[in-house]
């Protein structure tokens, strides 16, 4: 199974709607997560089960998608959402995560 | 709030074993599963296993030939060791705790260590 994110690279403004993808390359479900990662800190879990927002995520964060298409939407962008998210699947052993996509301030 | 923090050497030759140790505190290793996932620099994330309270094991068939991982329950600690290491394996190596969704196996990772840089040089 293969993960693949796009864009690689996504250059937005604070306040601005991001939308990142993550596709499967076979059907995971909807057993698919999101983490966030920012330099010098470790990954946060932001979505686990395609929709899900794990305990403490702003609801800015949401999570869409089932079988092999999910997407991770930032509704308005604040100054410490620019990071490199990751795509996450349980649903095939064993767990795999995407390339990822790295939000950058425009 | 559970922490996790990685232990052991940051250097290791190649041909060599890799073990770390991660000591959980704040919370108790059952009933959860636990893993590793390591990143090499530049890229990006890769599980390498886990291990489970009851000490069952499952391993990346990329690594299984090469991977254990062995739980402590009195000291509160679980371990990698990862055998014949070459130039591939410097990594950042993260032990973290599973959300726990699973009816069986791994799921999400909500709280992770804070990972060390273990580099494969002679």
């Known amino acids: 199974i293969v993960l693949t994110q796009s864009p690689a690279i996504l250059s937005l403004s604070p306040g601005e709607r991001a939308t990142l993808s993550c596709r499967a390359s076979q059907n995971v479900s909807n057993y698919l997560g999101w983490y966030q990662h920012k330099p010098g800190q470790t990954p946060r879990l932001l979505i686990y089960d395609a929709s899900n927002r794990a305990t403490g995520i702003p609801a800015r964060f949401s999570g869409s998608g089932s079988g092999r298409d999910f997407t991770l939407t930032i509704s308005g962008l604040e100054p410490e959402d620019f990071a490199v998210y990751y795509c996450q699947q349980r649903g095939i052993w064993p767990p795999l995560f995407g390339g990822g996509t790295k939000v950058e301030i425009k | 709030q559970v922490q996790l923090q990685e232990s052991g050497p940051g250097l290791v030759k190649p041909s060599e074993t890799l073990s770390l140790t991660c000591t959980v505190s704040g919370g108790s290793i059952s009933p959860y599963y636990w893993s590793w996932i390591r990143q090499p620099p530049g890229k990006g994330l890769e599980y390498i296993g886990y291990?489970?309270?009851?000490?069952?094991?499952n391993y990346n068939p990329s690594l299984k030939s090469r991977v254990t991982i062995s739980v402590d329950m009195s000291k509160n600690q679980f371990s990698l060791r990862l055998t014949s290491v070459t130039a591939a394996d410097t990594a950042v190596y993260y032990c973290?705790?599973?959300?726990?969704?699973?009816?069986?196996?791994?799921?999400?990772?909500?709280?992770w260590g804070q990972g060390t840089l273990v580099t494969v040089s002679s």
């Open positions: 973290v705790r599973d959300l726990g969704i699973a009816l069986a196996g791994p799921s999400f990772f909500d709280y």
């Open positions: 291990i489970s309270y009851t000490g069952s094991t």
